[in-house]
């Protein structure tokens, strides 16, 4: 027998039943920025857009690479993310800052799956590469590298 609720209590609604993981996640994916992003759907929809902050140059091997930076807001910071194609493919390279500036997390997975369908080709299959130590280069302590397969066609 159900204990009566005090006078006054707020009556508890049950919880909705959510589908099964495979019919959460859908083949493709629809953008805001450019209404044609594909790629797996992700599990936190992502409310904000990619926005342009302006070109640099790279220089390696005596010529000068392009490169574009982009930026967009979340709920707990800013998100950054510069994409160049380099002598050995495309190079997408993402970090994360707080509203104090601060790098106090990891982009995360839905952040980075968003930047790489929206600011990538897609036909390029990218991985994201751990060099050995010594070789490591990031600009911020939070940032992660998307590179092109080396391997594929």
Known sequence: MARPSPPGARRRRPLARRPPL?????PTVTTKRTGTGTGPKPLTRQRSCWEPMGYDT???NGRAWP???WQRQVGDGLLLAS???EPAGWHLAISFRDR???YTRYPRWDEITHARYELLPGDVDVVMH????DEY?????TTFH???HPGRP
């Not at 495979?22 to 859908?26: E, Y």
């Not at 751990?130 to 130590?133: A, D, M, Q, T």
């Not at 280069?137 to 302590?141: G, V």
């Open 22 to 26: 495979p019919q959460r996640l859908g």
């Open 58 to 60: 790279i220089e390696a």
């Open 67 to 69: 490169m574009k930076w």
């Open 83 to 85: 994409v160049a194609e």
């Open 100 to 102: 104090r500036r601060r």
């Open 130 to 133: 751990l060099p050995p130590p």
């Open 137 to 141: 280069l990031a600009a911020h302590p």
């Open 146 to 148: 998307l590179h092109e």
